[in-house]
T-cell receptor, first 110, second 120 residues
Framework: QKEVEQNSGPLSVPEGAIASLNCTYS??????FFWYRQYSGKSPELIMS????GDKEDGRFTAQLNKASQYVSLLIRDSQPSDSATYLC??????????FGQGTRLTINP | GAVVSQHPSWVICKSGTSVKIECRSL??????MFWYRQFPKQSLMLMAT?????????EQGVEKDKFLINHASLTLSTLTVTSAHPEDSSFYIC????????????????FGEGSRLTVL
């Protein structure tokens, strides 16, 4: 089992709809979770961090964490073509190591 | 967000030469810096973890004598790819963790712009 798993996609969503990205992790004691966005040829950009169970909202983005199910998700409301990118889920394991999922490629169709 | 600067952004070198990549945290002190490598259409793979003033911790399968990491200060880490070969061609990305607040969660990780290495 991979440490952090994501559906690689591609995931296609019409403009204006909600994009839902999912991630599961294997280390039950993990406490810190992040979503990064990566455009082709660029380095990752932090979108959201979440540490507690429940929802965390920031603008059009909502991160959801369920530690019992070892599941973290990212919702993007009112999707825009500029949201088209690869979204990386990342989990801190141990004291400091950040482990990434393989990323989900999201395409927003105008 | 915090700023991490990486230099050079791209480099082309001949096989057998060495290449140094710098990673600087510009507006915060980074207790830990990480070096990742990303091949096309793949995710980021952690190469090593670097703590200021101590030896880097390398991930399994990463040759420490080939990928030399120096973390001399709280704002600078360097990665040197020694005797580079074409298979070392990749996108190398550094990241820095802001110093953790007392009692707080592990600090967020901020990434440099990446360095694209092409070895001919």
């Amino acid at each position: 089992q991979k440490e952090v798993e994501q559906n690689s996609g591609p995931l296609s969503v019409p403009e204006g709809a909600i994009a839902s990205l999912n991630c599961t992790y294997s280390d039950r004691v993990s406490q810190s979770f992040f979503w990064y966005r990566q455009y082709s040829g660029k380095s990752p950009e932090l979108i959201m961090s979440i540490y507690s169970n429940g929802d965390k909202e920031d603008g059009r983005f909502t991160a959801q964490l369920n530690k019992a199910s070892q599941y973290v998700s990212l919702l993007i409301r009112d999707s825009q073509p500029s949201d088209s990118a690869t979204y990386l889920c990342a989990v801190i394991q141990g004291a400091q190591k950040l482990v990434f999922g393989q990323g989900t490629r999201l395409t927003i169709n105008p | 967000g915090a700023v991490v600067s990486q230099h050079p952004s791209w480099v082309i070198c001949k096989s057998g030469t060495s290449v140094k990549i710098e990673c600087r945290s510009l507006d915060f002190q980074a207790t830990t810096m990480f070096w990742y490598r990303q091949f096309p259409k793949q995710s980021l793979m952690l190469m090593a973890t670097s703590n200021e003033g101590s030896k880097a911790t390398y991930e399994q399968g990463v040759e420490k004598d080939k990928f030399l990491i120096n973390h001399a200060s709280l704002t600078l880490s360097t990665l040197t790819v020694t005797s580079a070969h074409p298979e070392d061609s990749s996108f190398y990305i550094c990241s820095a963790r802001r110093r953790r607040l007392a009692g707080g969660p592990a600090g967020e990780l901020f990434f440099g712009e990446g360095s694209r290495l092409t070895v001919l």
